[in-house]
Nanobody
């Protein structure tokens, strides 16, 4: 079992930047595909970015060119670097981990098609970190 803890959220003006961190404990992140999801009030939990076990990233269309997902195995941490933030990026951001191959594919597909995932869709989730973008 892996425990995930997000950090790095905060308030920023539109056009600004933030980097979120997802620190894992209990297991190595190399064993999982790792994803970032976000949920705005009254909306579903949508996939933002996924990094597979081979390091290949997948992004939601609206964040391509602005967000970068990466991982540091030495620190057992996954990052989401966010630049040129927009008002619509305001949400609670969650980190997720999935070890099962079919569900890793499902996580990537969720991001690509812009679908929402329930809080129990994938194996492990963090508690979230709030990102608020203001004008």
């Amino acid at each position: 079992q892996v425990h995930l803890a997000e950090s790095g959220g905060g308030s920023v003006q539109a056009g600004g930047s933030l980097t979120l961190s997802c620190s894992a404990s209990g297991r190595k992140i190399d064993e999982y595909c790792m994803g970032w999801f976000r949920q705005a009030p009254g909306k579903g939990r949508e996939g933002v970015a996924v990094i597979d076990r081979d390091g290949s990233p997948t992004y939601k269309d609206s964040v391509k060119g602005r967000f970068t997902i990466s991982r540091d195995p030495a620190k057992n941490t996954v990052y989401l670097e966010m630049k040129n933030l927009k008002l619509e990026d305001t949400a609670m951001y969650y980190c997720a981990a999935e070890s099962r191959f079919p569900e890793c594919i499902r996580m990537q597909t969720t991001v690509i098609v812009g679908a929402s995932a329930s809080a129990t869709r994938f194996q492990f989730w963090g508690q979230g970190t709030q990102v608020t973008v203001s004008s």
